[in-house]
């Protein structure tokens, strides 16, 4: 069974870098049969994709976060993480990591972690 | 970007009801329409993909269907369990996702 696990700081103060991490178990990130990624969720809001990570490397940015958003890898660790840079109140939400359905970027998402909440605030 | 609209933002039913959730696509987006169910307090669960594909596992009351750039999920015989948010997502570029219907008794 895949799981998927987000793990960071709950706080970060504005204008700092949102920093976190998914651990990923019951399937390997550098398979190749996924991409991997991020979608954001504001507490009573929609979903929002942030971007998408290939175990190479490769990634893709929602273009909506101008370019405050860089996603990385760690197949070692099977691991990936979003950094989110210059964060305002606006970037309250619950974090998601999530596998994208196969190896193209702009697929489906069939496994989600049970996500984080991220507040910003001083 | 490609918008999704999505309708209505809330629906109220009772337990047996057929229900349907609309989605309208801004751009041309082929089958690439999927649909996930979001309880209180937890991620999101795919439901539907392809237009019409059924996840794993996912009742068959529950369907979907398309008409040109509309999109629709169908609920044959609401359960207690369906009483959820349900958002639709595109992924022809991206992900872009539906503001999501609340259903409710």
């Known amino acids: 069974q895949v799981q998927l696990q987000e793990s960071g700081p709950g706080l970060v103060k504005p204008w700092e870098t949102l920093s976190l991490t998914c651990t990923v178990s019951?399937?390997?990130?550098?398979?190749?049969?996924?991409?991997w990624g991020w979608v954001r969720q504001p507490p009573g809001k929609g979903l929002e994709w942030a971007g998408s990570?290939?175990?190479?490397?490769?990634?893709y940015y929602n273009p909506s976060f101008k370019g405050r958003v860089t996603i990385s890898v760690d197949t070692s660790k099977n691991q990936f993480s979003l950094k989110l840079s210059s964060v305002t109140a606006a970037d309250t939400a619950f974090y998601y990591c999530?596998?994208?359905?196969?190896?193209?970027?702009?697929?489906?998402?069939?496994?989600w972690g049970q996500g984080t909440l991220v507040s910003v605030s001083s | 970007d490609i918008q999704m609209t999505q309708s209505p933002s809330t629906l109220s039913a009772s337990v047996g009801d057929r229900v349907t959730i609309t989605c309208r696509a801004s751009?041309?987006?082929?089958?690439?329409l999927a649909w996930y169910q979001q309880r209180p307090g937890k991620a999101p669960d795919l439901l539907i993909y392809?237009?019409?594909t059924l996840n794993a596992g996912v009742p068959s009351r529950f369907s979907g269907a398309a008409s040109g750039s509309e999109f629709s999920l169908t609920i044959s015989s609401l359960q207690p369990d369906d009483f959820a948010t349900y958002f639709c997502?595109?992924?022809?570029?991206?992900?872009?996702f539906g503001q999501g219907t609340k259903v409710e008794i």
């Open positions: 999530a596998r994208v359905s196969s190896s193209v970027p702009r697929d489906y998402f069939d496994y």
């Open positions: 019951g399937d390997s990130i550098s398979s190749g049969k996924s991409y």
């Open positions: 990570i290939f175990y190479t490397g490769s990634a």
């Open positions: 751009q041309h987006i082929g089958p690439w």
């Open positions: 392809k237009t019409s």
């Open positions: 997502q595109q992924y022809e570029t991206y992900q872009t």
